[in-house]
């Protein structure tokens, strides 16, 4: 089944060329009347009264403009962001395949590249080491986790340790490794005897 869906990258890229829409919009407004009291300021005559009026105008906007920009960039559009790079990693990245034994979901909050995570637990076999251990695979925090059922060979496929897809494995396979390492004795043994 497939976990990660293309769709989700066309709507955060959306939502991220709408962001910086409305951002660049505000700072339109803002280069504009700040332009616009300039030119202002630039005509009045030498110590008018008014300057002081326009400056208590274009100092407050200026702060609110810059607080904006901190908020606005530093908050909303760095996680969008931070997503969308994510996504488009998973798009475009290099992906890996494996064969594991589900054990369970764990719901504490992750952050993988800026973006909240959940995992879920696999029991993997290490062929250099010759040993099991625990993987995390990172699923989205803002999505369900995949129906699994506990204990099941799962043949699931990451990039970066995020989950893209997920097969649960047919009971078949126990069958074939028992077949070839049956074939691998015989084989030995006939090499014995030559």
């Given at each position: 089944?497939?976990?990660?869906?293309?769709?989700?990258?066309?709507?955060?890229?959306?939502?991220?060329k709408?962001?910086?829409?409305?951002?660049?919009?505000?700072?339109?407004?803002?280069?504009?009347?700040?332009?616009?009291?300039?030119?202002k300021?630039?005509?009045?005559?030498?110590?008018?009264?008014?300057?002081?009026l326009?400056?208590l105008?274009e100092?407050p906007?200026?702060?609110?403009?810059?607080?904006?920009?901190?908020i606005?960039?530093?908050?909303?559009?760095k996680?969008?962001?931070?997503?969308y790079?994510?996504?488009?990693?998973?798009?475009t990245?290099?992906?890996?395949t494996?064969?594991?034994?589900?054990?369970?979901?764990?719901?504490?909050?992750i952050?993988?590249?800026?973006?909240?995570?959940k995992?879920?637990?696999?029991?993997?076999?290490?062929?250099?080491?010759?040993?099991?251990?625990?993987?995390?695979?990172?699923?989205?925090?803002?999505?369900?986790?995949p129906?699994i059922?506990?204990?099941?060979?799962?043949?699931?496929?990451?990039?970066?340790?995020?989950?893209?897809?997920?097969?649960?494995a047919?009971?078949?396979?126990?069958?074939?490794?028992?077949?070839?390492?049956?074939k691998?004795?015989?084989?030995?043994?006939?090499?014995?005897?030559?």
């Amino acid at each position: 089944m497939l976990y990660y869906d293309k769709e989700d990258l066309v709507k955060i890229k959306k939502e991220r060329k709408k962001l910086l829409a409305i951002y660049f919009s505000v700072l339109a407004v803002y280069l504009a009347v700040s332009v616009f009291l300039l030119i202002k300021v630039i005509l009045l005559p030498y110590g008018s009264k008014t300057i002081n009026l326009i400056k208590l105008t274009e100092y407050p906007l200026s702060g609110i403009f810059v607080i904006f920009s901190f908020i606005f960039l530093g908050i909303k559009y760095k996680k969008t962001n931070r997503f969308y790079k994510l996504l488009y990693g998973i798009e475009t990245g290099l992906k890996n395949t494996t064969v594991a034994t589900f054990l369970e979901r764990n719901e504490e909050l992750i952050t993988k590249d800026g973006v909240d995570m959940k995992s879920l637990i696999f029991l993997e076999w290490n062929k250099y080491k010759g040993d099991y251990f625990e993987r995390k695979v990172l699923v989205f925090y803002e999505k369900p986790f995949p129906e699994i059922p506990e204990n099941s060979e799962v043949k699931f496929v990451t990039q970066g340790n995020v989950l893209v897809s997920y097969e649960i494995a047919e009971e078949q396979k126990d069958d074939k490794k028992i077949k070839t390492k049956t074939k691998t004795k015989t084989r030995k043994d006939k090499g014995d005897e030559l």
